[in-house]
């Protein structure tokens, strides 16, 4: 069933990006059948009611030169840390030693000639453990690392990576006669800057032009999905995969694409998640 797209309702303080316009984001919402305001996670909405859904991880890379014994964090204690730098100052907040992790955050690109893809099922083989037994959704908790090794580049948090979301909308504009979407950051995703969920409307293989870090967008949209809402895309700021739902017959082609790496995974009943 297709839906008339309402004319844009701008909201106060948000200007248009590029080619695409701003709407409105609790109206928006409510077609889509998510919660309120006041039940807004802030961080992407995770919806049903489609066929089928798959997970899309965030691509990861290993340098060509080999393992190395160090970590991010040990790199970055061999440098002092000066008063005022973003660790130095959250570690005055906490009180204490923070660990850096090394895990990126936003949309991030292919790291150059040096770096080699690492897919996460290597990776886990590598370490003695698979990926299908997890209780929680594609994250850190899905590999050992306190700080990764220095040698290997991590998926990225809260966004697409360049190279998935060209995969990604390379699938999606086949099933997308219209070619354009409604797109929404959350809360967190857009940097905590405005009371109500940013919402925007235009062409689907225009999603990078969102990405704008002076507007505290650093990462693709918590959610896009076209008018007919035949499709849906959930990309949550805490996580490292990017979950897709459709028709069976999208989840079936991103789940063969050679350049994609996906799982089938599934929240566990309730009452089975370590949380």
């Not at 590029?18 to 077609?31: K, Q, T």
């Not at 998935?164 to 967190?188: D, H, I, N």
């Not at 905590?192 to 990405?211: K, M, W």
Request: aromatic share 8%.
């Amino acid at each position: 069933m297709l839906f008339r797209r309402r004319r844009s309702r701008r909201e106060p303080g948000l200007l248009a990006a590029g080619p695409w316009s701003v709407e409105d984001g609790l109206a928006e919402r409510r077609r889509l059948g998510g919660p309120g305001p006041e039940n807004d996670p802030g961080t992407g909405l995770d919806l049903d009611g489609w066929e089928a859904s798959i997970w899309i991880l965030h691509t990861m890379y290993e340098s060509t030169r080999g393992p190395v014994d160090l970590t991010y964090d040990d790199l970055d204690r061999l440098h002092p840390r000066e008063p005022g730098t973003p660790v130095a100052d959250m570690e005055a907040l906490l009180g204490e030693a923070t660990t850096l992790t090394g895990i990126p955050g936003g949309l991030v690109e292919a790291p150059g000639e040096e770096w080699q893809r690492l897919r996460w099922r290597e990776l886990a083989a590598r370490l003695g453990h698979g990926l299908d037994d997890n209780n929680v959704p594609p994250c850190f908790r899905w590999f050992p690392y306190k700080s990764w090794p220095a040698s290997i580049r991590p998926p990225a948090e809260g966004s697409l990576d360049a190279d998935s979301l060209a995969s990604l909308t390379e699938q999606l504009k086949a099933v997308t006669p219209a070619g354009t979407c409604f797109a929404s950051y959350g809360l967190v995703a857009a940097g905590a800057n405005e009371e109500l969920p940013r919402c925007f409307y235009g062409p689907l293989d225009a999603i990078d032009v969102l990405v704008d870090p002076s507007m505290g967008r650093h990462g693709t949209p918590s959610n896009f999905w076209p008018d007919d809402r035949s499709w849906f895309v959930y990309t949550d700021w805490d996580l490292m995969g990017t979950k897709v739902s459709g028709s069976r017959r999208l989840i079936e082609a991103l789940s063969s694409h050679a350049d994609l790496e996906t799982i089938l995974w599934s929240r566990p009943p309730a009452g089975d998640a370590t949380g």
